[in-house]
T-cell receptor, first 108, second 115 residues
Framework: AQRVTQPEKLLSVFKGAPVELKCNYSYSGSPELFWYVQYSRQRLQLLLRHISRESIKGFTADLNKGETSFHLKKPFAQEEDSAMYYCALTDSGYALNFGKGTSLLVTP | EAGVAQSPRYKIIEKRQSVAFWCNPISGHATLYWYQQILGQGPKLLIQFQNNGVVDDSQLPKDRFSAERLKGVDSTLKIQPAKLEDSAVYLC?????????????FGQGTRLTVV
């Protein structure tokens, strides 16, 4: 069965500090992984996807199949990065399985 | 482009009552999803439609939940009768064709409180 684990419910960092939001998954095949973000009072939206290998708003995520991880990183956190972040995976290309989310708080 | 529209935004009902949620996806999006998000948890898929056909409803509690997507456009999700544990945010999302190939867009959600 697919499973996505985000071990931190809350992560607090200072502005300008590096940030890493952890995501581990369990799946025997080759899943596709995503990071979704929800800013305060806004809709859940796609931040980045593994297959695109892109950097969005300074965030990157590398898929490590050996460690079954897909951690989200940013070298210098900004206050506007404060939000709820969800890691998600799909094996079929259709339904997404989400983790429980990590609340990121960037303080000045 | 216009986003996914959901109504109502909030609903409070007593247990054992019925409730219905409505979703209007982005025009032209073939795939529509309903997710349930309980406080403190990530969204959980309830049902997925491809046009007006059900692709996956394995996690839908069919004894009390039902959903339909008439004409492959709008969709309604119904709960009858509601239980206290149904209190959650119900999210609708749509995509051109699945999450992998195209981006999915989420609605604002309907927050249901069962008392």
């Amino acid at each position: 069965a697919q499973r996505v684990t985000q071990p931190e419910k809350l992560l607090s960092v200072f502005k300008g500090a590096p940030v890493e939001l952890k995501c581990n998954y369990s799946y025997s095949g080759s899943p596709e992984l995503f990071w979704y973000v929800q800013y305060s009072r806004q809709r859940l939206q796609l931040l980045l996807r593994h297959i695109s290998r892109e950097s969005i708003k300074g965030f990157t995520a590398d898929l490590n199949k050996g460690e079954t991880s897909f951690h989200l990183k940013k070298p210098f956190a900004q206050e506007e990065d404060s939000a709820m972040y969800y890691c998600a995976l799909t094996d079929s290309g259709y339904a997404l399985n989400f983790g429980k989310g990590t609340s990121l708080l960037v303080t000045p | 482009e216009a986003g996914v529209a959901q109504s109502p935004r909030y609903k409070i009902i007593e247990k054992r009552q019925s409730v219905a949620f409505w979703c209007n996806p982005i025009s032209g999006h073939a795939t529509l999803y309903w997710y349930q998000q309980i406080l403190g948890q990530g969204p959980k898929l309830l049902i997925q439609f491809q046009n007006n056909g059900v692709v996956d409803d394995s996690q839908l509690p069919k004894d009390r939940f039902s959903a339909e997507r008439l004409k492959g456009v709008d969709s309604t999700l119904k709960i009858q009768p509601a239980k206290l544990e149904d209190s959650a945010v119900y999210l609708c999302a749509s995509s051109l064709s699945g999450f992998l190939r195209t981006e999915a867009f989420f609605g604002q959600g309907t927050r249901l409180t069962v008392v």
